[in-house]
């Protein structure tokens, strides 16, 4: 018998959310192994923040071209083609002998994150109904912590193994003289399971709808929805997408003006929080306070968890407090906690003070803008060009990422951790009266109405949507 209902849909978005538990591996990953590379390739500070973003380089490619292929393609394929790429890449790193092929290898993995990245909300959103739309968004910033937590888990569990017995075979390469190696190449495990479970997902039903393949998309919403709600559904998706108004050219005209705008900004100003900083270089920062290398590895995984838990809280609340005043929380929480990491640091508090701070950091940023920003730009856009749109604001969020991974080492090295968390907390400020002027709230709306929303804005005046 057919799985269908709740129980299937359910089963879609764990699934689209796998390619968000790889992002999550795939990024942090390399915060365990980072001191161990640091050491045998003897890295400048340069070409650390280099190869820490090299991923977030790959994820840009990918992200930049996703929405091209996702809309020409369909999600499904690409989030196929993502698990792929999350294969190649573990097997390659656990192989390079050079920074070079390091690079290439995490660069090849950063492109499958930017698609996964980029399509798995996407597809989530449109599977879901208006009313638990943000909660089943939500899953996918759970899945990204819960990978972030079990890269930290498994890195650990690795370095115990390093510091054991020898095996007296090649296993001694991989688990004791470079650990890094088994850390990288860990990523496989995840990657198989996910293409194994895209086997089991449909497509979705609105890229059918946009592909004249309303037959197939019916099936899909009447498995889920049951037949009556099914067909309703079917019937306002085929309104909107027979409008024909797809074009980039469309999207970039003034009535989407505001929809493009916080596409590109709300996603970069999230990442200018150093979220990336923290997750990369957490066990570093340990380090750098007093800790010993595995007790710093343990205590990263203690900010992973807090980051899963509170991820957690998000999805349980974001469809009942809104989109709008989360992000408004969360600028400000943000800004709060960067401040406080950045005094103890400046003044030599104690350690575990200090991993308080990153705990109430981590548990802002898990509650409210770590979901809260992919839920708004996978609803925001039109059905017939969400997918190129999406892109481009998932362009913008790997763009922060990358720009704040990059930058990071260099200003620890110039200015200290302690200012450079104070100029985190910093910008967080403008980015609190971006979301009260600009942000919309749109919980409890279907995508078509949040479309026709748009749409009744008159193109001529300025664009400011209501609240």
Not at 19 to 31: N, R
Not at 196 to 208: A, T, Y
Request: glycine residues 8%; contains cysteine.
């Amino acid at each position: 018998m057919k799985m269908s209902g709740s129980v299937y849909l359910v089963l879609i978005c764990l699934t689209a959310g796998l390619g968000g538990f790889l992002f999550g591996f795939d990024t942090a990953v390399i915060s365990g192994g980072i001191n161990f590379l640091r050491e045998q390739f003897h890295l400048s500070a340069a070409m650390e923040g280099w190869l820490m973003s090299s991923a977030l380089l790959g994820c840009m490619g990918g992200a930049a071209i996703a929405g091209w292929l996702a809309d020409r393609y369909g999600r499904k394929k690409l989030l196929y083609l993502s698990s792929w790429l999350f294969i190649v890449s573990a097997i390659y790193c656990a192989l390079a002998n050079t920074p070079f092929h390091l690079v290439w290898a995490r660069i090849i993995g950063g492109v499958g994150v930017g698609f996964a990245a980029m399509v798995a909300p996407m597809f989530i959103s449109e599977m879901a109904p208006a009313h638990l739309r943000g909660r089943l968004v939500s899953l996918y910033q759970l899945s990204i912590t819960l990978g972030i937590l079990c890269s930290y888990l498994s890195n650990a569990w690795l370095l115990k193994i390093s510091t054991g017995e020898p095996f007296n075979n090649w296993m001694d390469l991989y688990f004791i003289d470079e650990v890094w190696r088994a850390m990288l190449g860990s990523n496989m495990v995840p990657a198989i399971l996910f293409f194994l479970f895209l086997l089991l997902v449909p497509e979705s039903p609105r890229w059918l709808f946009s592909k004249d393949q309303p037959a197939e998309a019916l099936k899909i919403l009447t498995r889920i929805n049951g037949i009556q709600k099914a067909q309703e559904e079917a019937s306002a998706i085929s309104e909107s997408v027979s409008k024909k108004e797809g074009t980039l050219r469309e999207l970039f005209s003034p009535r989407y003006r505001l929809a493009l705008v916080i596409g590109i900004v709300l996603p970069f100003l999230s990442q200018l929080a150093g979220i990336t900083t923290v997750m990369y270089y957490a066990p570093a920062i340990f380090e750098k306070a007093g800790f010993q290398t595995d007790s710093a590895m343990g205590t990263a995984a203690v900010i992973g968890f807090f980051n899963m838990i509170f991820t957690v809280v998000a999805i349980w609340k974001i469809d009942i407090w809104g989109r709008k005043p989360l992000l408004i929380a969360g600028f400000s929480g943000l800004s709060i906690s960067l401040f406080l990491i950045g005094y103890f640091f400046m003044n030599n508090q104690s350690e575990y003070l200090l991993v308080a701070g990153f705990i109430f950091y981590i548990a802002v940023f898990a509650a409210s803008l770590g979901p809260g920003v992919w839920v708004v730009i996978a609803e925001i856009y039109p059905t017939a060009v969400r997918g190129r749109a999406m892109s481009i604001a998932t362009l913008s969020l790997f763009f922060g990422s990358t720009f704040v991974t990059q930058t990071y080492p260099v200003l620890r090295d110039a200015i200290g951790i302690g200012p450079t968390f104070m100029l985190y907390g910093l910008i967080m400020i403008p980015s609190v009266l971006f979301v009260i002027k600009y942000i919309p709230e749109t919980k409890g709306k279907t995508l078509e109405e949040i479309e026709q929303t748009w749409k009744q804005v008159e193109p001529a005046k300025p664009l400011h949507l209501k609240s």
